[in-house]
């Protein structure tokens, strides 16, 4: 293992071996706001591509805390919603690897996914892109594997922040988060039990979770229309998520990883 030009890590397993380089993405924004979907569009897309749920990180159920105020489980709150020691080492693991531990397991398959279709001709023409990038870069030696980290709360740790490569936000009106998350049935925690939301649970819980996590990251504290402050999170790619189809969210981030991959 060692550590390339560009800073990322480069994982030799053998002689004849081809040196890895790991890049990580992350992807975050509020909940319901598309970042699974745009992450599962990715790894269609990206040869040697893995999805990590940061939601697979949760504590076990009976250690979520109690909200102060409303007395319900608070999934939400960024200081306990996640075991961020336990995020933050498998993220520098699979940097220094190149390999998702095998003992890794993730329930977000037992979650409903509404199908956001992106155009047929998009996807196939960046997956020729990657492919043909792949394939120069066998020939050099090399190969990329392509972390896509999936999270409400990324951009809340730093020790996160700092393993990412790549740093995609996806925001949307809170009206319109409000109403995608009231159409769900639940949420399966990482044990695999149900968790549906309690009465008022986003207007009490979740929506102020999500200002207080990334409040600090746009000017004057505006996580609805405010630019990002470039202090915390440096290089934020902001996507207005009502402004453009999914499509063309992915071709926008596609260029970008296509850039970031020939640094």
């Not at 998702?100 to 979650?111: E, K, M, Q, T």
């Not at 998009?122 to 870069?137: G, V, Y």
């Not at 009106?173 to 149900?194: F, I, M, N």
């Amino acid at each position: 293992m060692s550590t390339g030009a560009n800073g990322d890590t480069v994982y030799n397993s053998g002689p004849r071996a081809l040196k890895t380089r790991v890049i990580l993405i992350g992807i975050g924004g509020a909940t319901c706001s598309g970042k699974t979907t745009l992450a599962k569009h990715l790894r269609r897309i990206l040869p040697n591509s893995v999805i990590i749920h940061q939601d697979d990180f949760a504590p076990p159920q009976e250690l979520v805390p109690i909200h102060p105020k409303w007395n319900v489980q608070d999934w939400d709150a960024p200081s306990g919603a996640i075991d961020w020691p336990r995020l933050v080492s498998f993220l520098r693991k699979v940097k220094n690897t190149g390999e998702i531990p095998p003992d890794h397991r993730s329930h977000d398959h037992l979650n409903e996914q509404k199908d956001v279709p992106v155009r047929g001709e998009t996807e196939r023409w960046w997956r020729d892109a990657f492919e043909r990038l792949e394939l120069e870069m066998k020939g050099e030696g090399q190969k990329i594997v392509w972390g896509l980290v999936d999270g409400f709360l990324l951009y809340w740790n730093q020790d996160v922040i700092d393993q990412l490569d790549v740093r995609v936000f996806l925001r949307v009106p809170h009206d319109v988060l409000k109403h995608r998350r009231h159409e769900r049935h639940g949420y399966h925690t990482a044990e695999g039990s149900l968790w549906r939301d309690p009465p008022h649970y986003w207007e009490q819980i979740v929506y102020p979770a999500y200002i207080e996590a990334h409040s600090g990251i746009f000017e004057g504290g505006d996580v609805e229309n405010g630019n990002s402050t470039g202090h915390k999170v440096e290089n934020l790619i902001l996507i207005q998520g009502l402004e453009m189809e999914m499509s063309d969210v992915v071709e926008k981030c596609c260029s970008i990883l296509l850039e970031q991959a020939k640094r």
